[in-house]
């Protein structure tokens, strides 16, 4: 079965996608029996084009490597801006990735309504449109019999989301506790190993980890959002990011640090959702685990998510947070579960 | 929508998932808009049941509770062998729990080829049929457009098997390593607190984890048994038990123990599987992982897998691997894939 994709933000996501399906092709074919070919991309500064014949993930990856944007591949179409490629292509999903606002969740909630509305469905590791309008977008897509799929806005690949939400929703789940930002996690891992925090954060920055401005990882704002992404889609709860009761790492001390080791215990930046009174109780802050604790031995960037279950008791999942090939997958996964559930999409 | 089940074999992981309906029935029609309703039970030393009008699990529960059998439970069907119940309850799907026999894989196999021909999806925990004949069964099933779940015959309910295939598979799996056994795991653990083999062992078959003949557990058989699933199930290589370079726990001693510790390591009992020309190499024997492994800190009857992927990297799910409740949840998730995958089965 071939499924038409357009993608929508062609940064290290969209381009780790594409590489993907350029290196592995031939065995998803053989695998799964689905072949996905990409008829659009649009990106706001490498520009945008469509063939509804199919585009070369090659020639796509190619363009933008050698001159950083899509001019030189030859299109009959060119030019939309990403609400026009989710209308106008020729696709059957629309892929959003344009660039994460988590304050307005634009514009990439309005090319997912777009998308919606034109009858495609939509794959995202947006985490804007997921931690703001989920319940909106998830109704329409519902109603038109359309899915959407949001692996990648927490833990890249790691499919955390779908095994919650199909694998581990029907046991009950009680609690949610999730390391869920792997900067954060590098540098109290590089602190228990005797690093100061400056020094262990001047080296996240250097690998690559944390940003210029580190605030958004160490105050704990990436790991809020998540976990405002989850209570949506495990519990079904719209909080926002106000809701969550917020505390970061750059408080703690060498001291904190061995006073908990004497303990026989470990830092961690743990998000955790717990139902309450037809709500949720939604926190990020710093906590001391036993060695015990299945999230304890989760060390560097690596993330982690424990579901606390009625049926099952705890469930853990390990892996990682982030990287372009690794949430690429993210996309991947979720075009073979609506392969698997909704097996007349494509043609 | 309701779909109509048939038990064959109601031991503790029926009467646990008959338990789960009884107490979540009302839950996972609000969640999931599914209602399940048993119609029949065949036990080959409780009795065989069958109401086309549907049987009440609380009667089901009670009466093998109070009477040890089925005998009590007024319905118009009685004395339906495994096979009967397969072909002629009015199920629509049939869930396999008689005992498991991993050298012949029946009466099993039998019944659930039965279940198929007459059109019937099927639901198992059982061992033998998936690592004996999982070929040839996915096969039967697939021609019919049916369905195979078998999420319970690895770690119970702890989705581990549907994970594998189809939310990691993708990724390209190179390794696949688990604590498959959680009472030599719980040996391992507690000779690492300072316990002998033999007082660790006497501990786990206090505690019920370990049978009175222990071979079973402690000598890798049924790890094998899992790690021959897993690659029926994930590479598609149907191994048989005689291809698993098996060795137990039972040689282990406390200088062995305090070896690794000393060395940074721990023993584990590890089931490892790895693609190889076309085939695969499986083997089961105790191995010492560093502590900064991801199975390394998986301690007492707790079960785990880490899938090593191309994509990925490796990603570790860690949950139970037996109980009654936690195994009666496989067939719960099993049943729940089929509603979402194959959403006309049922009425």
Same sequence: chains 1, 2.
């Avoid at 889609?233 to 001291?255: E, H, K, Y």
């Avoid at 685990?289 to 982690?304: D, E, K, Q, R």
């Avoid at 996309?331 to 073979?336: A, P, R, Y």
Wanted: one cysteine or more.
């Amino acid at each position: 079965m071939e499924y038409k994709l357009a993608i929508i933000g062609f940064g290290n996501v969209g381009q780790g996608f594409a590489e993907i399906l350029r290196d592995h092709g031939p065995r998803l074919l053989e695998q799964f029996g689905v072949r996905y070919t990409i008829v659009g991309v649009s990106d706001t500064l490498k520009g945008s084009v469509h063939d509804a014949a199919g585009l070369d993930p090659s020639d796509l990856i190619d363009a933008v490597r050698l001159s950083g944007n899509l001019d030189g591949v030859d299109v009959p179409d060119r030019g939309w801006d990403g609400a026009e490629m989710a209308r106008l292509s020729s696709a059957d999903i629309v892929i959003e990735l344009s660039y994460t606002d988590l304050e307005t969740g634009e514009p990439a909630t309005g090319h997912i309504r777009a998308a919606l509305e034109a009858g495609k469905h939509v794959v995202t590791s947006n985490k804007g449109p997921v931690a703001l309008h989920y319940a909106e977008l998830a109704a329409m897509a519902r109603e038109r019999g359309l899915e959407i799929g949001v692996e990648g806005t927490v833990m890249s690949g790691t499919p955390t989301v779908l095994t919650g939400m199909h694998l581990l929703r029907a046991a009950g789940i009680k609690r949610v506790q999730g390391i869920l930002n792997g900067t954060c996690n590098y540098i109290l891992t590089r602190m228990e190993e005797g690093s100061t925090y400056e020094d262990a954060l001047d080296e996240a920055q250097k690998k690559g980890y944390a940003e210029a401005d580190p605030a958004g990882d160490v105050e704990g704002f990436d790991a809020a959002g998540k976990v405002v992404i989850l209570a949506n889609l495990l519990m079904g709860v719209p909080i926002g990011m106000d809701d969550v009761d917020r505390t970061g790492i750059s408080g703690l001390t060498p001291a904190d640090i061995a006073e908990a080791r004497e303990a026989g215990e470990r830092w961690k930046l743990i998000g955790t959702l717990e139902p309450a009174d037809g709500g949720v109780l939604a926190s990020v802050r710093p906590e001391r685990v036993p060695l015990s604790h299945p999230l304890a031995s989760v060390g560097g960037a690596t993330n982690a998510v424990t579901y606390s279950t009625e049926l099952l008791g705890d469930v853990t999942l390990v892996g990682p947070g982030a990287g372009r090939i690794e949430t690429g997958y993210s996309i991947l996964v979720d075009l073979l579960e609506i392969h698997r559930t909704a097996p007349r999409a494509g043609r």
